[in-house]
Every structure is written in structure tokens, then in C-alpha cells.
């Protein structure tokens, strides 16, 4: 089997600022809602309370994104790991926090600024592209407790953020993604639409609002991004769930259906098309919800037609099965969401559900719907890794990296267009929904546990090796 990838596909890895650079209160940065996150397996449910209102209770939890893998200080060091290895290209996060504190100021925080500079400049340096999520799960903390996304003022406040950086980095950076895994806001408003449940995450006319807003914003910052550099390429981010009916019943193959139309569809219809899409009225009847709820101004529906994004990103770390006739099944566990457990898989060590294959599917799904190009930004195990004489043998990552390359050219040869694939975490970070360090995901290992304690030491995995010689042999390699 030939598993070359075509010239100039765009190897590399994926981070977000919330999640390493730690330094939560540096040089101005403000606190962001990531930083009001405590760590810990309890973390979702601590956050899903019915009073929790981002404040940051240093006495009562611990808070890993505070300090982080301290990326911020180390980063020259971590990029010359990444350039090690042969990235082609590198997927970060700016910190919204880092640049507008409070998002409301009217002038950005310069030194915040400078940092990114640096980190931009450095992977330059290297020959490594830089592709930057604008908005990875940080928003800042003050937005939020004004209501999140649900509030409106977030729009103008997301384009004047925005602005900024495209109009900063407009000659440096090609690729953007506006806000990461944009449809978790449907069913889990909390990170990507800052409203916790105080604040109505529950109602699921507050978090369509919210996505509505999101989606002016994000077309706002394409038509800036066009309008700045012609060249420069936007894309949308979600996370693609492929699933699949329990069975042949039609009762589960229309839920399937349904569920595809609303998590996977429904933001990257808007997002790529410019309309909502024709089922979106069935969603608002079954939710109770009319268009004056989403608080829609006259002029979106023309902006989000004029400015589509280029190309679609997504995460793959899993599938699910809906099963609508049994609602008692065996769960399974899931990345923001998740579905019941489908006895052809294996589980990763926190119970998500491995599936090649299922990445195969996700390509052809999308890019049949949509024809434009796709790019992995996320994909990977997190994974327990013990240190033994200073080595990690992560032999099950590598099998795991290596039958979703698989799966990718697969579906290359079945004719879909994906022109990159960048692994989650490429370097050991915090944790999202756990806020773990021991959930790791790493070509490099960071000595820090979940306590904080470590030297923060790097060291390279045996899947380092690995991955630099798949990207030396462009994927023939395996
Ligand atoms: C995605 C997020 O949902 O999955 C990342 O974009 C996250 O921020 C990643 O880290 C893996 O999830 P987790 O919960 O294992 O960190």
C-alpha cells in the first residue's frame, strides 16, 4: 500500500493558547473563561451548576490553565521541538484575553501584541506556516459575565479583536480560523459561547442566539480578512461526529439524520453557504424558538451570504451511535457530546471511541456537501504515558496516528480535496474537559502532573521519532 500524500500537504500539530501558554495575568493579559475552569474530572459538572458564574474560587479548586505547560516563556524552545520534527505548519490560538483584557477596551494591549509577534516570527523562521484560530475557548471573563455570546455587543467586540490581529499579521499568516468547534455550542454552550447556565446555557434559544451572533462575527472577520489581503484563506472550525444508527430501524436512521442536520450541518451550512439552511425552521418549532429569539438585525442575512469561508476545518477524535429507541443503553463517553456505545470499537483511556474509519467517512461526508477544501486541525489519543529511563514508549498512539493517516488517504484517493492534518496537542497540554495534564496527547512530554507539580521538562515520545519520519517521507512512512 502507497500511502505518499500529495506535494506540499501541510503536516504539522495543533494547540490553543488557553490550554499552554499559562502566564494568565502577564503583561496585561486578562482572565479569560478558560482561566475559570477548574481542573480535574469534575470539571464539566463543577461548571454545568446552576450557580456558576465564572467566578475563580483559588481556594476551593485548582486552575491548570493559570500556569499551563508555560508556553509563554518556553515557546522559542517548543517551536524548535515542532521544527525538529518537520511541521510544515503550526495551528495556534491568540489569546482574545491577551489582547483585549476585558474585550471591551477600545486599544489593544501591546504586549500582548509583541508576544505573538515572536511566536509568529519564530515559526517563520523555521519554514513553518502559521494557522491561527482567532477564538479557541477563551473568551474573555468580563464578556462573559456580561451573557457571553448571547449578548450582541459581542459582535463589534469579536471585529474590533479581529481587525486587530488580521491587520497585524495580514502579510505573515495566510490561514485563519475564526472560533473553534463553533456547532459544540448547539448542545454545550458553556466554552465556545461563555454562557454557563446561570446565565441561560440551558435554553437552547439562548445558545442559538449566541451561535447566531457568532456567525455575523465570524463572517465580519472574513470580509476584513479579504478585504486586507486577497490571498489570506478563512476557514470554518467544528467538530465532526460521524455516527451511525444503532440499527435499521427508520426511527433511528430519521434521528440519525436529525442529528447530523443540527450538530454536524447546521453551523457549516451557514458558515460555507452564507444561509441557514432549510431544515432550520423544523429546529426552532421542535426548540420553540422564532427568529425575533436570535435578536436577527436587518443587515446579517446579507452578510452572511457575501462572506463565506474558504475552506472547512474540523476535529476527529471519535464516532458516535444514536439510538433513539433505547434511551437506556450503555453510554459512551465523548468529546463535548456523546452518543451510546458501539460494540465494534475500542475506548481510549477516558472512553472515547476509536474509529479510522469513521475519519474516511467524516471527509467524504463533508466535502460531497460542501466541495470546498477540508483540513484535519485536531486528531489524536489522550492517552496515560509513563516515563521509563527517561523515554515514553507510546506505542498505542503511533497506532492510532497511523490508521487515521491511513483512513486520510484513503479518502485522498476516493477523491476528497484535504490539503493538511495537524494532531491535537502536539505538544502535552491541559486537558479541555478534564483539565488534565495526565490526559495526554503529545509528541512531546511535559513533566508536570495534575497537581501542578513537575520540572516542566520536555522530552521526546517515541511517536516524536515517528511522526518526523511521516512527515520526511510525506506520509509513505508509516
Ligand atoms: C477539542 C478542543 O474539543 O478537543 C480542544 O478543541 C481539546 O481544545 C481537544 O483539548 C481534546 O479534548 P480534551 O478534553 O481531551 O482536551
Known amino acids: 500500500m502507497n500511502t505518499r500524500f500529495p506535494e506540499g500537504f501541510l503536516w504539522g500539530g495543533a494547540t490553543a493558547a488557553n490550554q499552554l501558554e499559562g502566564a494568565y495575568l502577564t503583561d496585561g493579559k486578562g482572565p479569560s473563561v478558560s482561566d475559570a475552569m477548574p481542573g480535574g474530572k469534575a470539571r464539566m459538572q463543577i461548571a454545568s451548576q446552576p450557580d456558576f458564574d465564572w467566578d475563580i474560587l483559588e481556594n476551593r479548586y485548582v486552575y491548570p490553565n493559570h500556569i499551563g505547560i508555560d508556553h509563554y516563556t518556553r515557546f522559542k524552545e517548543d517551536i524548535a521541538l515542532f521544527a525538529e520534527m518537520g511541521f510544515k505548519v503550526y495551528r495556534f ?37 502559521p494557522l491561527i484560530t482567532i477564538s479557541h475557548y477563551e473568551m474573555p471573563l468580563n464578556l462573559a459575565k456580561m451573557g457571553g455570546w448571547q449578548n450582541r455587543d459581542c459582535i463589534a467586540h469579536f471585529e474590533r479583536y479581529a481587525k486587530t490581529v488580521l491587520t497585524r499579521y495580514k502579510d505573515k499568516v495566510k490561514y485563519w480560523l475564526t472560533f473553534n468547534e463553533i456547532n459544540v455550542g448547539v448542545f454545550f454552550p458553556l466554552l465556545s459561547l461563555g454562557i454557563s447556565n446561570k446565565h441561560g446555557g440551558f435554553e437552547k434559544k439562548v445558545a442559538l442566539k449566541g451561535l447566531h451572533n457568532q456567525f455575523v462575527a465570524s463572517a465580519l472577520a472574513t470580509k476584513i480578512a479579504h478585504e486586507l489581503n486577497p490571498d489570506i484563506k478563512v476557514g470554518c472550525m467544528i467538530i465532526y461526529m460521524t455516527s451511525y444508527a444503532v440499527d435499521a430501524n427508520p ?73 433513539e429507541t433505547s434511551p437506556e443503553s450503555e453510554k459512551a463517553e465523548g468529546n463535548m457530546i456523546s ?98 495534564m495526565s490526559k495526554r496527547y503529545g509528541f512531546v512530554y511535559v513533566d508536570l502532573d495534575d497537581e501542578g507539580n513537575g520540572t516542566m521538562d520536555r522530552l521526546r515520545k517515541d511517536s516524536f521519532e515517528w511522526y518526523k519520519n511521516v512527515i520526511k517521507t510525506n506520509g509513505e512512512s508509516l
Open 93 to 129: 490560538s491568540i489569546a482574545w484575553s491577551r489582547i483585549f483584557p476585558t474585550g471591551t477596551e477600545t486599544q489593544p494591549n501591546e504586549q500582548g501584541l509583541k508576544f505573538y509577534d515572536e511566536l509568529i516570527d519564530t515559526c517563520l523562521s523555521y519554514g513553518i506556516e
Open 251 to 323: 426511527i433511528n436512521q430519521i434521528a440519525l439524520h436529525e442529528f447530523n442536520q443540527i450538530f454536524n450541518y447546521y453551523c457549516a451550512d451557514v458558515q460555507v453557504r452564507g444561509e441557514y439552511p432549510s431544515f432550520t425552521n423544523k429546529f426552532f418549532k421542535k426548540y420553540g424558538i422564532t427568529w425575533d429569539d436570535l435578536g436577527v438585525e436587518h443587515d446579517d442575512f446579507a452578510i452572511l451570504k457575501a462572506h463565506p469561508v474558504d475552506f472547512i476545518s474540523f476535529s476527529y477524535y471519535m464516532s458516535s451511535v444514536v439510538d
Open 339 to 436: 452518543g451510546v456505545k458501539n460494540e465494534f470499537l475500542e475506548s481510549s483511556d477516558w472512553g472515547w471511541q476509536i474509529d479510522p474509519q469513521g475519519l474516511r467517512l467524516a471527509l467524504n461526508q463533508l466535502y460531497e456537501r460542501y466541495q470546498v477544501p477540508l483540513i484535519i486541525v485536531e486528531n489524536g489519543l489522550g492517552a496515560y504515558d509513563k516515563v521509563e529511563d527517561g523515554k515514553i514508549h507510546d506505542t498505542y498512539r503511533i497506532d492510532y496516528l497511523k490508521k487515521h493517516i491511513i483512513a486520510m488517504h484513503e479518502a485522498l484517493e476516493d477523491g476528497v480535496d484535504l490539503f493538511g492534518y495537524t494532531p491535537w496537542g502536539c505538544i502535552d497540554l491541559v486537558s479541555a474537559s478534564t483539565g488534565e
